[in-house]
């Protein structure tokens, strides 16, 4: 009797220290923003599905290929980037993330630092999350 509880217990752990979908998707945000502010042009990659368009703050759909390019080149760079307010509503094989980042940056040369407000679309593919969808709003 006692191995079986001290099995169950440990199972219990084990099954305690699974993130659960939303710590995952807040995970996935925090690596994305690093991946912006590191270069890290892979893990980008990984993160954002092939399929992916942005809307950027101008109006701008902006796909994976072209921001990956972006970042590649240095047209795009980030030197900073904090997160707030953070907000994951999933459903089902679909999740929605709202927040906002305090970032510097500059784009094709022209600053492009302040705060923006935006939703990102996540979609489990292949067991994995992925970003499909987003859309950034520059706050004034």
């Known amino acids: 009797m006692k191995n079986l509880v001290l099995f169950c217990m440990a199972a219990g ?4 220290q699974k993130p659960s979908v939303e710590q995952t998707l807040l995970q996935l945000e925090r690596d994305w923003s690093q ?3 590191k270069k890290d042009v892979a893990a980008f990659a990984k993160i ?3 399929d992916w368009i ?3 703050y101008t109006g701008r759909p902006v796909n994976k290929q ?12 980030v030197q900073s980037q ?3 307010d953070l907000k994951v509503r999933v459903l089902g094989n679909t999740a929605v993330v709202t927040g906002r980042d305090t970032e510097t940056s500059v784009e094709r040369g022209k600053s492009t630092t302040g705060t923006y407000a935006w939703t990102d679309v996540f979609t489990l593919r292949d067991g994995r999350w992925q970003i499909v ?4 709003t520059k706050v004034p």
């Not at 752990?13 to 305690?16: F, G, H, P, S």
């Not at 072209?66 to 760079?77: I, S």
């Not at 969808?133 to 950034?136: K, V």
């Open 35 to 37: 991946s912006e502010v």
């Open 66 to 77: 072209q921001a990956l390019a972006d970042l590649k080149n240095g047209a795009y760079t």
């Open 82 to 84: 904090v997160l707030a």
């Open 54 to 56: 942005l809307i950027d």
């Open 133 to 136: 969808a987003s859309q950034e």
């Open 13 to 16: 752990a084990l099954v305690a």
């Open 48 to 50: 954002v599905a092939d």
